[in-house]
């Protein structure tokens, strides 16, 4: 972990022996895992299994662009490692307004939808 | 045209005609953005010893114009913390701020014409921040801070009437300062709760888990307290122990809510 030296995943290991009642809920970036570049394939979906062994129990994914591809890959690694996925829709729009065109009601329904489809247990707007 | 200036912030006391100043360097810290350089060799907790150039940072400063220039420089100046040993910024201020330098009518003997740049315990400035538009109240913060951590380490001062044993024990009539109340636990607080939502995770599995929350009546809640403490606030800087020390607390506080979102 920077600047502390800890392990991240000892951390997490010893914060879930003290918390066992309450889900532990992670934010998943999709194919971004939780950085801010995308990672090969394998790399996130080793990650998600180590972080559900060490303790988390829910993930929330999602992709800035509402991209598939990338939250796709998010969401079967998740679901994949045993985890509780959250599909998350990042809402930026507005969509009582006509005119932001391609970000309407519908798009956001179906995206909804795509997110089931996908594998997701429920779905969450994540407002930006 | 481009025009730069360079400036030294040095430790030495203009008032002393520039004497060197020793000791340690309790801050060091910098401006930063568009058209300044820094170049350094300095570090909070430096040793500043007689041995060596008093020199210990040059910021570079340049803009399309030298008014424009000379305000990123007065800028570098007035952002930069350093601390600990007296240096030559106040008088770095003063000239960039003199109407014969900004005005570029000025030679060789412009410092000796001017001694009362050299006056920097008194030094006035035009900045928007009136706290830092006056070199009297330059240093408020830092020796406010000491005053505190000399408080904590060596108490009260009696001189000032307090009673470090009255405060330490609480015992006066009225305590000057209350103590922070901690909540109490129960011996075992997993014995308090039903297993809370993860209990339902761990015998339903996702799918279960997903439908149990669906079928659930009342709001459900998601804490973000950690996630903001070790991953955004303190950026990353929350230690693991001190994090620990608080779980069997939140375990038992939030051990109705649907998750807390810790990580990521």
Known sequence: MRFLHECPWERLEMLREKVPNIPFQMLLRGANAVGYTNYPDNVVQRFCKQA????????????????????????????????????????TGDVADPSKGKYSLDYYLQLARDLKDMGSEYCEIKFR | ????????????????????????????????????????????????TPYFDSMIVKYTASGA??????????????????????????????????????????????????????????????????????VRKLYATERIIRYLANNAVNGQPSELGADPVKLATGSAAAPLVAAPSIAKLPKDVRENTDGG??????????????????????????????????????ATRMRTQDLLKCADYTNLALSKAFSMEMWG
């Open chain 1, 52 to 91: 559900k062994d060490s303790g988390v129990d829910i993930f929330r994914v999602f992709d800035s662009l509402n991209y598939l591809d990338n939250l796709k890959l998010g969401v079967d690694a998740a679901g994949a490692a045993g985890g509780v996925v959250e599909g998350a829709m990042s809402y």
């Open chain 2, 197 to 234: 939502w993860r209990q339902v995770l761990l015998e339903k599995g996702p799918e279960g888990f997903a439908k149990a929350v669906r079928e659930h009546k009342g709001l459900l809640l998601t804490d973000t307290t950690w996630r903001d403490a070790h991953q955004s606030l303190l």
């Open chain 2, 1 to 48: 045209m481009y025009t730069a200036a360079l400036v030294s912030p040095q430790t030495e006391n203009p008032e002393r005609d520039f004497a060197p100043d020793t000791g340690t360097v309790t801050l060091y810290r910098h401006s930063a953005g568009k058209g300044v350089r820094m170049d350094g060799v300095g570090y909070s907790g430096m040793k500043i």
């Open chain 2, 65 to 134: 114009t030298f008014e424009e220039t000379v305000r990123r420089m007065k800028r570098v100046l007035q952002e930069c913390r350093i601390r600990g040993v007296k240096t030559n910024i106040a008088f770095l201020l003063n000239t960039l701020s003199h109407p014969d330098f900004t005005n570029g009518q000025i030679t060789t003997s412009f410092i000796d014409e001017n001694p009362q740049l050299k006056q920097i315990s008194t030094s006035v400035w035009d900045f928007a921040n009136e706290e830092q538009s006056d």
